[in-house]
Structures are given as C-alpha cells and as structure tokens.
C-alpha cells in the first residue's frame, strides 16, 4: 500500500500541476480557443518552457541542496526544511512569468503561472509556524484555474472537476498513508491552492483574453 501511495505522490507531485495545467489546455480538452486557435509547436513549445522553470529547475534546486547538505532529504518532509526550496521554487515561477509576460502567449496560461508562484509563496509562509500539504495545494489550483477558465470561456469542465476531485482524494489519502500529514494539513491546502488561483482569475477575468 505504501509503495503505491508513493507512485501516487510522485505522479501527482505539486510541482508537475503546471505542466498538468498547459498539457490539458492544449491537449487534453478539445475544441476549445485554446485548442484550435494555438499551433501544435507553440503548444508544445510553451509546455516545454513551463515544465522546465516549474519542475526540472526546482528539482535541481533541491537536489543540489541536500548534495550541499542543506537539507537531509529530498522529500522535505520534515517542516523546518521546506521555506527556503519553497522560496526558491516560486523564483523560478515568478521568472517563468516575467519570460512570457511581453510574449504573445494567452494570459490564461499567465495567470496558471502567476497564481502557482503566489500559492508556492503562502505555503512558505504558513509553514513558518505549521505544515500543510503542498500536494494539495498543487491539486486545489489546478481545479480552481479549470473552474475559473470555464466560467470564462463558457466551456463546460465537469467531467475534469469530477476527475480532478478523484485525484485529490488519491492524493490526500496517499499522503496520509505515508505519514506525511494529518487531515486538516490537506483541507487547508486543498481550499489555499483553489482559492488563490479561482480569486487571481476572477480579480484579472478581463485580461484572460488578452
């Protein structure tokens, strides 16, 4: 049960939701603008970039750490060890966002990165004085940027919002199965991630098309 717990935690890990986001703009949901209005190349392009500065970056980043003995383990399981990479991590978000702010990319995909960066920086803050579960996190604002995006664009996402709340289940009991967190970390992140990228969409909704 562990071991699959952990594929779980890895394949859903808050660092790929990014990723997840613009491949499911792109790929995964058809017939919408963001479907038949962007080149294949470009969608792959942009997909590229985003999984690079969101995961690969902040992966080596805290890979170099524990090789620096910065931190004892990858996994920052441990409270006191998650501040600076998550600090670190939102860098890398918020220089993804100044690399396509003049670039002519849909603000949508923006604001997904923007909102990751801004929720990356109040998980830091609240694990100042107690853990939460970036997993969640992670889970809760791509559900609020699909909402968000379906309001929007007047698209109907249920059967992603059903999918998407499947996976968070997964998510959240695989992290209790490891020991990671207890059930009031998880809702907490949950209801953060989802309320900081649903309240950035619906604060900038007119600038979603630009």
């Known amino acids: 049960m562990r071991s699959l717990a952990l594929i779980i935690s890895v394949l859903f890990h808050p660092l790929l939701m990014a990723t997840y986001g613009c491949l499911l703009l792109f790929f995964g949901i058809n017939d919408t603008i963001y479907d038949y209005m962007t080149a294949p190349a470009n969608k792959w392009r942009i997909s590229l970039f985003v999984f690079v500065f969101t995961f690969m970056f902040p992966v080596l980043n805290i890979f170099i750490l524990y090789k620096l003995k910065r931190i004892p383990s990858i996994t920052l399981s441990e409270q ?3 501040t600076y990479p998550y600090i670190m991590t939102a860098l890398f978000y918020f220089g993804l966002f100044y690399l396509f702010l003049d670039t002519n990319i849909w603000m949508v995909i923006k604001l997904l990165i923007i909102g990751g960066g801004l929720s990356i920086v109040l998980t830091a803050l609240i694990n ?18 699909l909402i968000s995006i379906s309001y929007l664009i007047q698209f ?11 996976v968070a289940g997964l998510v959240g009991t695989s992290r209790l199965i490891l ?32």
């Open 80 to 82: 006191g060890d998650r």
């Open 128 to 145: 100042l004085k107690f853990k939460i579960s970036a997993h969640m996190v992670g889970i809760g604002g791509l559900l609020g940027g």
């Open 179 to 210: 020991n990671e967190h207890k059930p009031y970390q998880l809702y907490f992140g949950f209801l953060l991630g989802l309320l900081v990228q649903s309240g950035l969409f619906f604060g900038l909704q007119t600038l979603t098309f630009v």
């Open 156 to 166: 109907n996402l249920t059967p992603y919002y059903i999918a998407l709340l499947i």
